[in-house]
Nanobody, 122 residues
Framework: QVQLVESGGGLVQPGGSLRLSCIAS????????MGWYRQVPGKQRELVAA???????NYVDSVTGRFTISRNNAKNTVYLQMNDLKSEDTAVYCC????????????????WGQGTLVTVSA
């Protein structure tokens, strides 16, 4: 079974930084895309950033220039470096993985983590 576990959330002041990590566990052979979504109560879940196994990344406009996504394919880990945080970045951040293939050849189309809370407040 494949699982995603996030870490790195917390409380930070406006203008501060946080680094989120997400580790995919299980007998994984490959993961095509890993990304981060965020969810605020009463609003739609939003894709923040995603990165393919080849390193191609995309970001939602509101975080471009402030957030950087990266991944370590060998460790099945994705990171989100968040700088110059704003109050509107407050949300539960969830890790997402698309097309996760195990060493036995089984394909998980999509896997989600439980989420980690990021609170930006003075």
């Amino acid at each position: 079974q494949v699982q995603l576990v996030e870490s790195g959330g917390g409380l930070v002041q406006p203008g501060g930084s946080l680094r989120l990590s997400c580790i995919a566990s299980g007998r994984i052979s490959s993961i095509y895309t890993m990304g981060w979504y965020r969810q605020v109560p009463g609003k739609q879940r939003e894709l923040v950033a995603a990165i393919t196994s080849a390193g191609s990344a995309n970001y939602v406009d509101s975080v471009t220039g402030r957030f950087t996504i990266s991944r370590n394919n060998a460790k099945n880990t994705v990171y989100l470096q968040m700088n110059d945080l704003k109050s509107e970045d407050t949300a539960v951040y969830c890790c997402n993985a698309l097309s996760v293939r195990t060493i036995t050849g089984y394909l998980y189309p999509e896997v989600w983590g439980q989420g980690t809370l990021v609170t930006v407040s003075a």
